[in-house]
């Protein structure tokens, strides 16, 4: 089974009373629903009794009243939203995973991505262990119930457990009675907790979900801790695990986090605006407005205007009624003349020099059309700024990089490029741009290993190593 | 029967050969979604053979591949989204309306209101006619198939019917071979059509609509003008109905069509930043930061700004996956504290003086949710301005305005509202600047009888302007 | 639009108070499924308020809990459950048709088919009338609106309307103060009502449905009838049409109806028994066992049974699991061998004489299969006995008979039907037998048509009869 | 979590080469769907890559076109149908289970209950293994693969893991390239094999399921086999585990099994038709007609009606579209009126002294119904018969006995309970008679402890006892 990129979000709710904490579950969820609409799960625990129900979709479809209702109530639920990669079964690798063992049962939902899998699964299957999906979470849950065989609690267990895993984790284990967050040393996913009114306690893979419940924000799980939490309150397990430096994704910031959330004390809109005003300062231009690609280009935007003092303007409407089951144009359809689900708002563009804000560029054929789009309403001159460097390593942590021999920076120079997408200028961020995002003046404390090739663990070995890379066209391989 | 307010979108496509015209009609209606959700309708016509399906719910969800694939081929269709008024049977009530007579199949899907439906719908079932549904298209439907009997085509039987028509309709009727569009006198609600790269031709309510289908953007249906689309190009039919002034919805600007829209030769997204700058010579005020509700009070926010000087900012971050079966939170939550569909960027308001803007304050209840959200994220100050005067009469042409007695307007001084939704200032948008939103210098070809209560038509008899009558509060009638 | 065969089923509910008619209509309609899958529909009248709902399915699938609630309570409920000829918009012309008219909401279902309902929508189409579908049904409720302007009285309306309608037709008509049921004047299809504890009436197709509600049966509505219940109790409108001898459809023994109805006080069990006698005395033979094609043969086999004194076996299981959407076997399937929704008790026919029954033989396929597989499973010999005589001529009255060039008895003479199906012996009731079905020595009182060539009633002009004449087969037409 | 009564039904299919066995297997899951009807769930293994669906709901409802689609072709399929007690959660429980193990995967599949399940799984979990639900099957997929670790083949395994199972199992494996079966010692629940026109081979519960694929029977699998069929045919292991006496269970004939089955050579009908005779012969009365309730009661009325020689009728109509999510009456409803699901054949009854046979009498309260609904349909006497004898005992090879409190039979004599169900005579068939149904002439080869107490194999411990014995009343321990 192909091991999968887990990039995904994690809520749990811990309330001193019974309560609806289903419904909480799912609101959470709601807001956390950017960083994985594949499957979505809850699980809720009313005194060590678990009632879960994971599928396949986003949460609202996967979860009605009725659903919810058949959840109950309780003292804790856990949540999940995961995204998926095409070709894996969605409904069996659905999370939290919820396994009975000798003490009772446990859940856990988990964010990021191991790079010793592989070797801890051989392992556990050569003592007749048994997997039912392709999941981190599976793999980490045989590892904390082994260890908790011989300790004394599952907080134990879970830090034994943490000497075993490497990689990228930000979990979240229900047991009967307790609630527990875990980050992986290096922090490379965000993981935080936040209070509620009634002394109740909500962790969340981002502040978003904190405040879609109503939670006041504490503080992040630090890289290496683990945090619990019973009717007794909030225990801190640090030191346990050896010490690295901190390694957040930078692409939480760039791309992957609402613009609202706060990540290790770092506003992700901030630094959206932040990496617009580098770019400005990088490849300023002359022009007559600045648009962002909604929704994620709208922060750096902001930023690129305020620097270069060009107005800011709104260049698109996006059709927000377009949901799941929307049906594609066919290929019969003269594709860069329909305009479903982006149209331009020619008054803006009309007769102007524009500057064309968006936050990465994949494949670049996106790109072209909206190009083609602006220049068909009547914009003299499109100028591209990516707030993002270019993309040209794998990532061994949780971000899912697709085929790789189509990613257009891999497999063309930037003039090359820029004829490609029709613009009459391009401008990528510059890595050493990077730090100035997250208020730091030189590279310390993220993983930018995307852009760089600079892996702050050792990666998976030449057997997975190998599939990884497959992906990756030759010319990135430098 | 309720008479029904409906503000709703029409959409008519002609192609000189059998095409997947559902699909094309499909994607019309995405783009005129905003116009109305309750329900929507498409009807196919192969060569005289009508198909149609019509549901409650949105486009996205009513129509499926295998929907569509029902609807087959043909050289004509027909679409039609509708928003209803609570209360009523919106399956019913959805639209396009078929029926079958003495000349076979005719299908017609209309935006606005008739200020006389009472009256026709009376003289028709004193001749025994039977009605189906409470729309106004249907009683249309009935007129102009009487006149049929003794006209020599549909278009001079809607010519004839048009005489008998009071108020405000832009219909689109569908023949075995014509598709025919036609605006009343004063032109109420937008109306326009487009041509195809295949020689084809698009009827739709908006510009946009046109746009989402790859076709290039004709004219403007005139008021009183009837245009005919046969296998032999398109006719205009003109002179036939008396001439009066124009009198297009302001409101379409303000508030219901897309800002990618052009109306009667007017930017709407113009016609809002336009509003935003008169905001600002109005009801100017020191401040650090404009922000707009979104989605509708963003453009408005750039022309605040633009006017202003003052910084635009992205104040909100609003959640696009929230459907129609989302489980609203309960009387308990505590309504004050959850961020579900709305959570603010902190780091755009906190320790700032914010000017917000809106497009219209109604009921007064979601500002005043929405500026405790800006407080509690720090704001220090928020001055709250409207880019639509106050909306205190009536609408007899198609905008449902709602129980009227909770309209916060119509209720309270300019003090009071101040005080209620906990603003530190507040502004309307003037009567007198509505004319600048479309370029002119004074108040012509527009109407605005829902601020000043100057209707450009006769209003509806006694029994039926109580009923409207009954819904505004004692204070707005002086 | 073609004209539709309706063979359907009807339900009425009146209640002294307010209750849940709705649920009543839903348990009726489940007694009736079997006179129709197509389509069905509920409308509840709350005071002269019509609340409805049609959908095409079968009733289990159409009204959920949920639905039903939405249609609420009321004194009055009018269902319909509808069979559909293929290639007809299902939807457009499920029932009871709503329609509204200067007095109010009228509802009305049918079962049965006019053989003038050309002229009669010719005639009101040139009056201006505008239809939706192409039911019967709507055609009734435009004459009896017409009527209702110069009448005093609903029931008059009706009156008088009846004299306009040629064919069978067993109405039930809700207005909003009253329930009535109404028969055409041969009284072709069966029509009967019934009274509830609470002092309530029930009307409906067959007796079956007032058992399934409890009601107790009062009688049968008289061709020509109509049974008016109001608020004051039942009263009788008689002799306001012409009279003519009756002729009750005798397919509705034979095959439509459900063996535990009573039909003009003729046990539909009975009537199939009595055939199953009649066949072992027209064509007896040597055999150890006589068996019923589930479930229409095994009334008749019972009969069989008892007047050859061969002992009945049960010979076949039936799947009851499979639903509306099960998936076929394919082509590729060896069908012969293949039981999926049949399936042979081997133990029954294993070296067995076996006599079997089947209710009619259409195409003959399917008796070809089922011979088979009693001979796979061991049976020596096949005595194939038809409870009834060979169908031959077309129904202008309600029942479908589908592509008549199909039917073998159209097209083959006894003996090659024999040797085409397979069987060792093939006999069919004779036409002379009919009569003592229903307990009579001579024909009189029923419909034979199909059988015999002999209409009651004058039949559809030259159009409409030709397109029935062309599903029938050259041989047929001596 | 609780222990699992799982009566249920399995279903595999080899082909030499790629082929639809999704669809092969649904088809046999139709068949098999009358033993369970909670979850269904299909698993396809092209060349070793198992594609898997399960979910709660019949195998109509659970299996669209698309899902079948989605599954695809391959040489092997293993489905299984599932009855569920209330209470536990369907959806983890369904089977077949699919699991990922050193060698690959495994799918497994099972009918049956065994008494050593806590013990097994306590063993199992102190070795820190995880249990996802609480059935069986997966316990069995534990030990086998444990074993595996050890064996050179998975039938190696299986053998092993045989001589650790206690209680009743029938189960098919799938692993990449075998399909294997196998059956307990004690034979408890049926297993047979067939084999396709092309070469295939099918298994199965019981024999019906190879009729509906047109496989033909070669033989059950003997109790303690196991046969494993591969690329190379079939093989069979046996002697690999202690040699006991038979135990198939009774209640297979009496109620589980289909009529048109054949278990361990003797048909389902057939012991039913004895059942019957054997009651006329023990229980005789004078009557005019024998009823039995279907669809269960139908063979043993043949039987008593051709021992006592009174004639055989049709007494009931069953209502054949009621699905699974019917509206049942409310409480208001006068339940002994309303004739939804069964409805008299009057006829039949009216004025007779009628006999009624019934598969099993539970709680009573059904039967008291029924034969009110006779009497008021005129029967003058009713005399009942059953045709299993009283159950009084807890089963624990997977027969689930509900709550035993309520069982009649527990807790009321003979009199008491003819008194209740208010008939004129009561008979059960005795417990001596038994042998007669399946052709012996003394008690040898059956399992009949739920009648008399006499479990063939040791029984759960005291642990697990006590929760079945809480479900007995005082009145059965005796």
Do not use: W
């Not at 990021?112 to 801890?120: D, I, K, M, T």
Request: hydrophobic letters at 35%; proline letters at 4%.
């Amino acid at each position: 089974m192909e091991k999968l990129h887990e990039e995904c979000g994690v809520f749990g709710i811990y309330t001193p009373e019974d309560s609806d904490v289903a419904t909480s579950t799912y609101y959470g969820l709601f807001a956390l629903q950017h960083r994985g609409q594949e499957s979505c799960g809850i699980v809720v625990n009313e005194d060590g009794i678990f009632r879960s129900y994971k599928e396949v979709g986003i949460v609202n479809d996967v979860f009605t009243a009725e659903r919810l209702n058949k959840l109950g109530t309780g003292k804790m639920a856990l949540g999940h939203v995961r995204y998926g990669t095409s070709g894996t079964d969605g409904r069996l690798n659905a999370q939290p995973v919820v396994v009975n063992h000798i003490k009772g049962h446990m859940a856990i939902a988990n964010n990021g991505c191991l790079v010793n899998s592989y070797e801890l699964r051989e392992e556990l299957e050569l003592q007749g262990s048994i997997f039912i999906s392709g999941s981190d979470a599976e793999i980490i849950s045989h590892v904390i119930i082994k260890e908790r065989l011989n300790s004394q609690s599952v907080e134990e267990a879970i830090s034994k457990a943490m000497n075993k895993l490497k990689g990228a984790y930000s979990i979240v284990v229900m047991s009967p009675s307790k609630l527990i967050a875990a980050r992986d040393e290096n922090g490379f996913h965000p993981l935080c907790y936040g209070i509620l009114e009634d002394g109740g306690y909500v962790i969340a893979s981002e502040t978003c979900a904190l405040d879609s419940v109503g939670a006041d924000f504490v503080r992040d799980i630090e890289p290496g801790e683990i945090v619990v939490i019973t009717k007794d309150g909030v225990k801190s397990v640090k030191d346990h695990c050896k010490q690295v430096e901190p390694h957040i994704c930078i692409f939480e910031y760039i791309y992957f986090a609402r613009p609202d959330s706060v990540i290790d004390g770092i506003s992700v809109h901030q630094a959206r605006v932040k990496a617009g005003e580098c770019l400005a300062q990088e490849h300023p231009v002359e022009a007559d407005v600045v648009i962002g690609v909604p929704d994620s280009g709208l922060d750096a935007a902001i930023g690129y205007s305020r620097e270069s003092g060009i107005p800011y303007g709104i260049g698109f409407i996006k059709n927000k009624y377009i949901g799941r089951t929307f049906i594609a144009p066919g290929q019969k359809t003269r594709e860069d003349k329909v305009r479903i689900k982006l149209n331009t708002v020619a008054e803006t563009v009309r007769g102007k020099r524009v500057v064309l804000i968006d936050d990465s560029i994949v494949r670049g054929t996106t790109c072209a059309r909206i190009v083609k789009l602006l220049r068909d309403s009547g914009a003299t001159e499109v100028h591209l700024r990516s707030s993002a460097p270019p993309f040209v390593n794998p990532c061994y942590y949780g971000t899912d990089i697709g085929s790789r021999d189509v990613l257009i920076a891999c497999n063309h120079t930037l003039e090359e490029i820029t004829k490609i997408i029709g613009v009459d200028s391009l401008g990528y961020l510059s890595v050493d741009s990077i730090p100035k995002l997250i208020g730091k003046t030189e590279k310390c404390g993220y993983c930018d290993a995307c852009f760089t090739n600079n892996y702050p663990t050792e990666i998976p070995g030449e057997r997975v190593k190998r599939r990884y890379e497959q992906k990756i066209s030759e010319k990135c391989k430098r």
